[in-house]
């Protein structure tokens, strides 16, 4: 959370992409900024896989059975936030490097667990060590979590075209209405906002976005769940969103967290 700005995790692809060297770009949408840079387009987003988080150990089935004090990294400020919120008796560390070195670090015993994204474990065949997917009600993930994003050239119809099968319709909606939200409320991979927007279970007319600010010092946090037709404008839902957020207080604990940036 404190290196870098919006956009650090792609620059060196978009420059690729803008120099002709390469004809798309495939990045985990969760890294990719809500505002993209001029000429470029988002051209497809595949079907979405697991975005839930997840607790991974060695020796604990679940966050329930961690007792008080254990230690848990992260290097997310929304997750750290989240489990604040959940359990204040734990000890948060910051928790870097790739996911074989997290897990490393784990088996080595630095912590007694760690928290992650399903959709890396999952795709690095790595499921073995999840021990639980964390219910994104109370555990809301990231923006785009579990999403590909491919992104081109704005004017380059032809990749375009062939990229068009790709394109999931209700991963589109979905990730839309997330992102929306997310520029709207002003944040990025550093700032703790979790939303995440999927169709209501038992009514697939019906679409559902949950959203959350928390404070990763404190764990205190606003969460709000708003539900609206499928054929809704998924703009409109992620900024309507935010806005009650907004009216619900989240305001002052963005900015409490910019401020504790700076």
């Known amino acids: 959370s404190q290196v870098g700005t919006k956009g650090m995790f792609t620059k060196e692809i978009e420059e690729a992409l803008a120099g002709g060297r390469v004809h798309l770009a495939v990045h985990s949408l969760k890294d990719l900024p809500t505002e993209l840079p001029t000429g470029f387009a988002l051209a497809a987003t595949p079907p979405r896989v697991d975005p839930r988080d997840v607790f991974v150990s060695v020796r604990f089935a679940n966050l329930v059975e961690l007792p008080p004090g254990a230690k848990v990294g992260t290097s997310s400020q929304r997750r ?29 015993g630095q912590v007694d667990g760690i928290l992650l994204a399903a959709a890396g474990l999952d795709r690095l065949g790595k499921t073995d060590w999840i021990r639980e997917r964390l ?34 319709p209700a991963t589109r909606f979905a990730v839309t209405a997330e992102r929306a939200a997310l520029a ?79």
């Open 135 to 168: 219910d994104p009600v109370q555990f809301c993930p990231a923006a785009g979590q579990g999403s590909l994003g491919i992104e081109t050239r704005e004017n380059d119809e032809a990749t375009i075209q062939a990229l068009a099968f790709l394109d999931d």
């Open 80 to 108: 750290r936030a989240q489990l604040r919120a959940l359990r204040s008796d734990l000890e948060l560390l910051e928790f870097r490097g790739n996911v074989d070195t997290r897990l490393r670090k784990l088996g080595e």
């Open 184 to 262: 709207a409320l002003g944040g990025g991979c550093h700032v703790p906002i979790g939303v995440y927007c999927r169709p209501v279970p038992s009514d697939t007319a019906t679409a559902e976005i949950f959203a959350v600010v928390a404070a990763p010092d404190s764990g205190k946090a606003v969460r709000i769940h708003h539900s609206a037709p499928s054929s809704a404008d998924p703009v409109a839902l992620g900024k309507l969103a935010a806005q009650m957020l907004f009216d619900a207080g989240a305001a002052e604990l963005l900015e409490t967290t910019e401020a504790s940036r700076q």
